[in-house]
């Protein structure tokens, strides 16, 4: 049985990911008791001769706070089980959880008349630690829209578990938008020249012809591509062999539109596939709809 456990903070896009999750055929229940898993695992647990059924369940602040600080013991029971959960935590910066609660209108379901929303989003990280620290993948769906969200699970979640190939993603980002929540690795390449200055570049990005000619040529920037190469060379395979099946790298400049976007490309084509499967975002490109 193929189980993935979706959870994380109230507005991050978890109603999402399980409705992405059934459409790429899983069995979804929302905010099922956490105490109820091993019982949901056992009910659903094919017989012989039965295709193995993909179930997803979303768990979050609602459940009771003893049951949620209990999630270690009920995980290990569902791998005694011979059950193995996939955990899938999604999150996003406290003032874009206070925007999209300020847009909806609705209501927190931990708010009252004596927590406020900010305190009530404070808290729901509190009880939700334990799942969160055990989370395989990490989402930070800040910049996401649904769209990208719903696309982002496909990708990495789909039919992963007919293969045994582990998962990097390398994304590039601009620092001044804030560092990706679920970022592994985080490496900054503000140093190198900017491309910005230059008029004839600066409306282009590092996916353009013009922009790759122009980095390739300085000295600075293929020194740092080699050193970064070497490093996620010898140290991302070892992420991988600790049970990691996902791993993201973050690449950010000041806008995330040249100097990144030029280095995770350049840094993908080198890597190849000789590490699993390599995944390639471009969060602000992606933003304004710009793609390779």
Partial sequence: MKLVIVSGRSGSGKSTALHQLEDIGYYCVDNLPVALLPELVATFRPSSGERPMRLAVGIDARNRSQDLSRFADIAETLREQGCNPEIVFLDARDDVLLARFSSTRRRHPLSSSQRSLSEALAYERELLGAISDHAHLRLDST?????????????????????????????????????????????????????????????????????????????????LHADLLGFLGRWLPCLQASDRNYVTVAIGCTGGQHRSVYMVERLAADLGDSLGELQIRHRELNRKGITA
């Fill in 143 to 223: 910049s996401l829209s649904v769209h990208d969200l719903r696309e982002t699970l496909k990708c990495r979640l789909g039919d992963r578990e007919h293969r045994a190939i582990r998962t990097i993603l390398i994304e590039s980002f601009a620092f001044k938008h804030g560092v990706p929540l679920d970022a592994d690795l985080v490496f900054d390449v503000r140093c190198l020249p900017n491309p910005h200055w230059e008029a004839a570049l600066r409306d282009l990005t590092g996916l353009d012809e013009p922009v790759v000619e122009f980095l390739d040529g300085q000295t600075m920037v293929n020194a």
